[in-house]
């Protein structure tokens, strides 16, 4: 890494002052790791819990009667110039201090989208860990970071902006991704012929039964399809959990800042060990089972006792056009199909909020986004009624249901982004606190007219502004591109 010889080539300022916004586990992690970074400050958080806020600066080794906790824009102007430890419980009053940057780690799609629109507003670089409203307006949002001279980034620290680091570094050395993604994780003890997804004695238990046992076995050359089948048919009531959640929300705002695209028929979502990767996403002349290069996944990882689950890691499969740069690279660690093109890299880990402090000197010093330089639309996450709905309800309003998205009401799936309009299905974190118009039989998609429209949402409003940029009579071409 150079980022500490850039950053002392950059003399002012001599401290990045940034706030946040939402002070939950990540976002608490980013505050408490900067007080070990000398160039690094958080003079204020926001959050609706007085709790949170208190547990947050407790962690910087800040008391409770230290906190000024401020209810209006003078009181925090005063507080910050007496370099007094800042709480709010209204981010707005935040907006007009003299800061560099603003970190929002909300998990609530209207909230990420509102304080980053008005941090680019006021002139400040934004840092989005949010990635319900990332996977909504990131290109937008980036659009006007880029007309406002400010950076807009996704976060390093999560499985997304780290993907968009590993893809860019990839192709900066000339080599073709193939697929890439993040990467989950299932126990196999192989003595008791069982498969373990969670933790030991509270998970889900698969008993491999006798004639499917050969399918566990390291995968032959050129037999990829054969053991991905079996193995799919076996792993089947592992599989659904994942179509909800974080980890379609973390392919989709990966595949906006990458251009890696489902592949033909969706994620495979193989079960494999990490040696078997590059074995089976490769393309299907070369014996793997992908029908197009350059394609979004999530691997499930097959791992045994003692060894590395690579659970909340991101891999890359790649190729070089040059036999001996493919050759060197095989021949010095990376594993490869047998022989051919493709060859793994991965780092097994995040460190959710101790790296992000990385995105946010790199905004405030660098002035560069550590995620991805170019975000599109290329794909929305739509979402299918599992029960039947009734007019009235409001979508979300209980936590674990649609703000941290792991309802069981729906099923989610990523598209081809398009406009969110009429009869169009709708984003799914668009329905968030939003109130139905009408009853929504199970297996329905939901589309935008079902949904009684918000006053003054920032969300929805920015999602106009991108789709008409991006999708209305007036785009062209070169806007759509990846």
């Known amino acids: ?77 005063l507080a910050f110039k007496a370099d007094k430890p800042i709480g709010v419980f209204d981010a707005d009053l935040l907006m007009n201090l003299p800061i560099h940057v603003v970190v929002t780690a909300t998990r609530v799609p209207e909230v990420g989208a509102k304080y980053a629109r008005e941090a680019i507003r006021h002139g400040k670089h934004v840092v989005l860990v949010d990635k319900e409203a990332d996977t909504v307006v990131a290109p937008i949002l980036k659009r006007m970071a880029d007309e406002a001279g400010v950076v807009f980034t996704t976060d390093d620290g999560d499985e997304p902006g780290l993907l968009m680091g590993l893809v860019g570094w990839a192709r900066t050395l000339g080599m073709e991704v193939i697929s890439g993604g993040n990467i989950d ?23 491999i039964a006798p004639e499917d046992r050969w399918a566990l076995e390291p995968i032959p050359p050129g037999q990829a399809a054969k053991y991905m089948e079996a193995r799919s048919r076996i792993f089947t009531r592992l599989l659904p959990e994942k179509e909800t959640g974080d980890p379609v929300s973390h392919m989709a705002v990966a595949t906006n800042g990458t251009g890696l695209l489902p592949d033909e028929g969706g994620v495979h979502r193989p079960v494999a060990r990490f040696t078997e990767l590059a074995e089976i996403l490769c393309s299907e002349f070369e014996g793997g089972i992908l029908k197009n290069r350059g394609v979004i996944e999530q691997p499930i990882i097959l791992h045994e006792r003692n060894q590395p689950t690579g659970g909340g890691g991101i891999f890359i499969t790649v190729t070089h056009a040059d036999a001996y740069s493919r050759h060197i690279m095989a021949y010095k660690g990376l594993h490869h199909n047998q022989g051919k093109s493709a060859m793994l890299i991965y780092r097994p880990y995040h460190l959710c909020g101790a790296e992000t402090a990385m995105s946010v000197l790199c905004a405030g010093l660098l002035q560069v986004p550590t995620g991805s330089d170019r975000i599109h639309p290329h794909v929305d996450i739509l979402s299918q009624a599992m029960r039947d709905f009734k007019a009235g309800e409001v979508i979300g309003v209980a936590e674990g ?12 799936v990523m598209a081809p982004a398009g406009p969110a309009s009429g009869d169009r299905p709708i984003p799914f974190f668009m329905l968030y606190g939003n109130t139905l118009a009408v009853d929504i039989p199970k297996g329905a998609w939901i589309t935008r007219n079902m949904i009684v429209p918000p006053e003054d949402s920032a969300l929805w409003a920015l999602r106009d502004q991108q789709d008409a940029f991006f999708f209305g009579e007036g785009a062209i071409d070169g806007d759509k591109e990846c």
Request: aromatic share 10%.
């Open 185 to 207: 994780h299932i126990l196999y003890d192989p003595a008791n012929h069982r498969v373990i997804k969670g933790s030991e004695g509270s998970g889900t238990i698969i008993d």
């Open 1 to 77: 890494m150079i980022y500490q010889q850039l950053f002392d080539r950059i003399p002012e300022p001599e401290t990045v002052l940034a706030v946040l916004i939402g002070a939950g586990d990540f976002g608490t992690a980013i505050v408490s790791q900067s007080r070990y970074i000398p160039r690094l400050k958080f003079p204020a958080i926001a959050d609706l819990s007085r709790e949170a806020l208190i547990k947050a600066y407790g962690l910087m080794g800040i008391q409770p009667e230290e906190i000024v906790f401020c209810s209006t824009e003078e009181e925090v102007l």
């Open 401 to 412: 249901t649609l703000a941290f998205g792991f309802s069981k009401d729906f099923r989610t």
